[in-house]
């Protein structure tokens, strides 16, 4: 697998410096009428989304909106049972080769293998990657001090608290400096000094001009981070576009997000009129 | 007045000493009770074991009854306390029960004296199946001993000796390693015990046999001669030399029990005041030393770039590192020397006995997938083409022949050693070369279709609930179909033996190597093609654990 390191360096910056121009029409994720059923459940109800190159996209939604159904299909873990995937302009199911090569993935709910060590771990999977040797060392230990995890580099990531595999994972994603970066809820559990140092990397990261994909049910976190937003709810895709544009008149992403997802109204009215009454 | 309205003393209340051990009675009843309440599962398997055990204990008592009288009774009686009391010492360290009762870290926060909190936590692990089933077995060995009165004072005394002592162990030695268990190193050694139970087997069995063999019990009589002295055995040990008048020896072994009883609580009180005023374990993982650094630079220089020594290193990691992995090789390396040897040593067996050791290896091949768990992901993510998967199954089946190559030639050569009979050791040499090649790719083509969740906890539970037929099929099928793939050197073999040619058997070498090569090497062609083709299906399905 070629590294595209310096291909990157050199033309996306470049393009980012000339206002982005061939960026925006080449999306880095395009996904049409995606369906994904479990049994009688409908998970994800036929979604298009076209997420933008060179963002830091927020997939964001309530639990069982879909979010990780819908990261699993696009970066090919998940089978689905109808629409077309694009990442990165090649075809996920049909062009996996040119796909996979281009996309660093942070998945939730899944292990890692547990019982090597942090740096054996960048360094399987830097190696499987088909990166040369000399080169996953020298990455591996840039990752493993930015991220915090030079201390504990030879501990068994089975030992690893919830952050510092995060943080691992994140090493992990990041090592083949790939185009586009999806990452499942990558602040969930985090302690607020990990999740500090994860959001420099990735700022870090997007400033160069590659893509981050992440999902999240915090609001405030993605409208601390993000450029561009996706909202889902229930299976279906309900805005997307600028976080200006999701936003709209609304105070607050969170405003405009309970409004999305039709739970804006909803107080507890009358039936708890007691609590706090006197006593 | 309730205790709300009592006014606040100054003075501390003193502790609750005298109803405690009645309490704790009560609430291991109440928590058993309810435990059973819970589900209709938990409840049924509490009754088929509790009726097994019975029965169990039934037969044992009637066992030892009947061996009232029997000169070699002692010898026997002793002997099983002795296994039944060891039993209690080393269990609790691979079967960290659920006991919520007796996990004194529960009740840190109480205010209770160490003295009466033993005796009540004693009292109460008398309560259970385990403490029954002992119970019926102390009592039919006095029963087998006992004789005259002077035995039955001894008897009388020494059934309940024998039981506290036994719990006191159990609870001693949990208490001790609690820090032990509760970290990851502890539930790994729980996995392992599996291992243990395989391998004991095996060793069981051949002791019987032995023992049938080898002239009956007398062979025991030393054994049992120094066992009588130790606690555990010494009380049951005490009946047998009161029933034969030797009152002193009596009086001593009975002595050996009460004292090891005492040191057992007080070591037990020690340690479990230690953990209860004593930071807990929890943090105990992230204050492990480092690793060493595990040689990046040493072994992996060695090693080429690519696929194939990267997923070679990370397999013959895991088989280190790993206990659901380790416990699987060492059983299948364990079982696989012991069958044919044992068999050879006692003279039943034949040369083509150590091909046991190719087929059990070969079954390692099995599920490759499953054993990532849902880290396969990681593996998932960088196949993109059946030739990525060839490589990584390749990979997979070198680690596989590495160790298994060396250790089936060790096994055939020495099982051919202890019979004698170099004869038949290439043609169970070609045999075990073409077994290993059918079993590598039916192996590769069942991990590739019929793939299954490994749980990581527990030793026992190799499939999740549901995928039990699935992990049948693919083990059976696939060993169905790995012994007619190795017909064609099979049948040659029988008739080279058959018609008398045993000159020509050392061509089964060279043509079973070559033939094993060659169905391994379309094996995996086949299975990685399904392999690259089912990514996101293999992923789901190791996934459940």
Redesign the interface.
């Known amino acids: ?1 070629p590294d595209r390191a310096d291909a990157r360096t050199k033309t996306g910056v470049e393009t980012d410096a000339a206002a982005g121009g061939a960026r925006e029409a080449r999306p880095a994720v395009r996904v049409q009428g995606l369906w994904k059923r479990f049994g009688d459940q409908v998970a994800v109800a036929g979604i298009d989304l076209e997420l933008p190159a060179g963002k830091f996209v927020g997939l964001v939604g309530p639990n069982g909106a879909g979010k990780t159904t819908t990261l699993s299909m696009v ?5 689905p049972d109808m629409g077309k995937i694009e990442v990165a302009g090649h075809d996920v199911w049909t062009d ?2 040119e ?3 281009r ?1 660093g ?1 942070l ?1 939730e ?9 942090g ?2 771990l960048l ?3 830097g ?4 990166l ?2 000399d080169e996953v ?1 020298k990455r591996a230990t840039q990752l493993l001090d930015v991220l915090d995890l030079a ?2 580099q ?3 990531v ?2 690893y ?1 919830t952050g510092m595999r995060k943080k691992i994972g994140l090493a ?1 994603a990041l090592l083949h400096n790939p185009e586009v970066l999806f990452l499942d809820e990558p602040f969930e559990g985090v302690d607020p000094v990990s999740a500090q140092t994860i959001r420099g990397v990735l700022e870090r990261y997007t400033r160069s001009g590659a893509t981050v994909v992440f999902s999240s049910h915090v609001m405030e976190l993605v409208e601390s981070l993000c450029d561009w937003v996706a909202v889902m709810a229930a299976g279906r895709i309900k805005a997307q576009g600028t976080l200006a544009e999701v936003r709209g008149d609304a105070p607050s992403l969170q405003n405009a997000f309970l409004e999305l997802v039709g739970a804006g109204g909803r107080d507890a009215g009358d039936s708890l009129d007691w609590l706090g009454g006197s006593r | 007045m309730s205790v709300l309205d009592a006014p606040v003393t100054s003075a501390a209340p003193a502790a609750p000493t005298t109803g405690l051990t009645p309490i704790f009675v009560s609430l291991k009843l109440t928590l058993l009770r309810n435990g059973l309440r819970q589900s209709s599962g938990r409840r049924a398997v509490f009754v088929v074991s509790l009726v097994f055990t019975l029965l169990l204990a039934a037969a044992q008592v009637l066992g030892l009854v009947l061996l009232r009288g029997n000169e070699h009774a002692g010898t026997v009686v002793v002997l099983l306390t002795g296994v039944v009391a060891l039993g209690w010492a080393v269990l609790p360290l691979f079967f960290p029960s659920g006991d919520d009762t007796l996990d004194p870290t529960r009740l840190v926060m109480l205010p209770l004296r160490p003295e009466p909190l033993i005796r009540a936590l004693l009292v109460s692990s008398m309560i259970g199946i385990g403490p029954l089933f002992t119970l019926c077995l102390v009592v039919g060995s006095v029963l087998a001993l006992a004789h005259g009165a002077a035995g039955i004072v001894f008897a009388v005394l020494a059934v309940p000796l024998t039981m506290l002592l036994c719990v006191a162990l159990s609870r001693a030695v949990t208490t001790a390693n609690v820090r032990l268990l509760n970290s ?1 190193k502890g539930r790994d050694l729980a996995v392992l015990s599996g291992l243990v139970i395989a391998v004991g087997i095996q060793f069981v069995n051949f002791g019987a046999q032995r023992l049938g063999q080898a002239g009956g019990l007398s062979t025991l009589d030393p054994a049992a001669d120094v066992v009588r002295w130790l606690p555990g055995a010494s009380a049951v040990a005490s009946v047998d030399a009161a029933s034969d008048g030797s009152y002193g020896v009596a009086v001593a072994q009975l002595l050996i029990t009460v004292a090891a009883l005492a040191a057992l609580m007080w070591m037990w009180q020690r340690s479990m005041v230690r953990l209860m005023t004593s930071p807990d374990g929890s943090t105990l ?2 204050a ?1 030393p ?5 040689g ?1 630079g040493r072994l ?1 220089a060695l090693l080429p ?3 194939t ?3 070679m ?2 397999s013959l ?2 088989v280190a ?2 206990p659901k992995t380790k416990a699987a090789w060492v059983t299948a390396l364990a079982v696989g020397a012991i069958v044919p040897l044992l068999n050879a040593v006692q003279g039943t067996g034949s040369v083509y006995f150590a091909c046991f050791a190719a087929g059990m290896l070969g079954m390692q091949m099995y599920n490759q997938f499953g054993q ?4 396969f ?9 059946p030739r990525d998967a060839y490589v990584e199954l390749r990979a997979r089946a070198f680690v596989l022949l590495l160790l298994t190559l060396p250790f089936t030639l060790i096994v055939c050569a020495v099982t051919a050693a202890v019979i004698g009979d170099w004869q038949a050791l290439p043609g169970a040499l070609g045999l075990s070369f073409a077994l290993l090649g059918s079993m590598l790719a039916t192996g590769a083509v069942a991990s590739a279709l019929f793939p299954y969740s490994i749980p990581q906890e527990g030793a026992f539970k190799n499939v999740v609930p549901g995928q039990g037929g699935l992990a049948w099929i693919s083990i059976l099928g696939g060993m169905l179909a790995a012994a007619l793939l190795a017909a064609p050197v099979i049948v040659p073999t029988i008739w080279m033996h058959v018609t008398d040619r045993h000159d020509a058997l050392w061509l089964l070498v060279p043509g079973g190597l070559a033939y094993g090569a060659l169905v391994g090497w379309a094996g995996l062609r086949i299975a990685a093609r399904r392999t690259a083709a089912r ?3 293999i ?2 399905a190791v ?1 459940k654990g």
């Open positions: 697998m970066t090919g873990l998940l089978r996996p080769v796909v996979k090569s996309i993935v998945p709910g899944l292990r890692l293998f547990e019982r090597l060590s740096r054996e360094a399987y999977n190696r499987l990657r088909g040369p040797g060392d201390g504990s030879h501990k068994l089975v030992d608290s992990a | 990851r993982a992230a492990e480092a690793r060493e650094e595990s990046r992996s770039e690519g696929r020594a990267t997923v290193q990370r990691r895991y590192r790993d990532d768990t849902s880290a992901w990681m593996v998932a993510l960088t196949i993109s083409s990514l996101p299906e992923l789901a996934s």
